[in-house]
């Protein structure tokens, strides 16, 4: 019963602490996070679901330590009793309480489809937002061939490049960038481009924003939401200057930044991903070095390790109770 107990104590304060510390965390961790670009993707996103499926775990983890009034049919009492003890990895005693236990267990499953159709939701209309970004951008532009890449050339005055959802068009490029840009610039954008697509940026950026939309209030979650666009671009930033080279990257981010997408036009870049701005131009030109960020980094990963392990003891168990029949 302690042990039980103590489970819940250390599962609220680990929800506790990287919702209130995590922004300053985050922080501390860039120097090293945008080093690894990809592997902070899969950190911010990780963090998002870990945390979500450990606060979901603190009802069913109390059902296995409290009794109390049954509030369901004798048949269906029986069943739920059923698969509370094959699904109880520690079988101890319990303590009578006033709390109904098909309460608790029925709470976190409520609240889970809840946000399953409100996220379901929500990307249904980022899709048709995106759509919509996608007609502004066809209409009138013409696919051609690019240094190796399908794109979407628009006749436009201001230089600019983006990526839609492939299903929408994929690689946008204006007339305008192709006259300004170098070659090797030209070069450039595209594989920074062609990489968002490549590594399904607009999946994880419309999946994660979604959640953390939900729970934008929590200080992780906003933190989490704002730095996640930044390192998708720096992915795409490593595979272009992989490909090309850091100064032509730095060339044609340094062009589009100066001159980029009119404001006009940039309120309907719903769903787009866009290479504007010189705000990377600084860590493609000197990237941080040393251990700056390190500890914080690290300790990132153990926050979010221990509270996967901490919701894994609680859904874990119960996913096989439901799989094996509750036998």
Wanted: include cysteine; proline fraction near 6%.
């Amino acid at each position: 019963m302690t042990g039980i107990l103590l489970l819940v104590f250390v599962l609220c304060l680990g929800l506790a602490v990287p919702a209130l510390a995590g922004p300053r965390v985050l922080r501390h961790a860039a120097p090293t996070l945008m080093r690894v670009p990809r592997l902070a993707v899969a950190l911010l996103s990780g963090g998002v679901v870990a945390w979500v499926l450990a606060a979901l775990s603190i009802a069913p983890l109390l059902a296995w330590v409290v009794t109390g009034p049954d509030i369901l049919p004798g048949d269906a009492a029986l069943v739920c009793s059923q698969c509370l003890a094959a699904a109880d990895p520690f079988g101890l005693d319990r303590v009578d309480t006033g709390v109904p236990v098909a309460l608790l267990l029925a709470v976190p499953v409520a609240v889970s489809v809840y946000q399953a159709f409100a996220i379901a939701g929500n990307l249904v209309r980022r899709r048709r937002r995106s759509s919509r970004t996608a007609r502004v951008f066809r209409d009138g532009a013409r696919p051609v061939d690019l240094y190796g890449h399908r794109v979407l050339l628009v006749g436009d005055e201001h230089p600019f490049a983006l990526t839609l959802p492939r299903r929408h068009g994929g690689i946008v490029v204006s007339t305008s960038a192709v006259r300004m840009l170098t070659p090797d610039e030209l070069r450039a954008v595209l594989a920074h481009e062609a990489a968002h697509l490549r590594q399904r940026h607009h999946l994880i950026s419309a999946v994660v924003t979604t959640l953390t939309g939900r729970l934008h209030r929590i200080p992780l979650f906003a933190a989490v939401e704002a730095a996640l666009g930044h390192y998708l671009e720096i992915a795409a930033d490593d595979a272009a200057r992989r490909e090309v080279g850091t100064t032509a990257l730095a060339g044609a981010l340094l062009t589009l930044g100066q001159t980029g997408h009119p404001e006009a036009h940039r309120q309907q870049l719903h769903g787009a991903l866009h290479a504007l701005g010189p705000d990377r131009i600084r860590h493609l030109v000197e990237p941080g070095r040393g251990t700056a960020g390190v500890a914080a980094a690290t300790a990132s990963v153990f926050c979010l390790t221990a509270l996967a392990l901490l919701a894994a003891v609680v859904h874990v168990p119960y996913a096989l109770a439901v799989l094996t029949g509750c036998l």
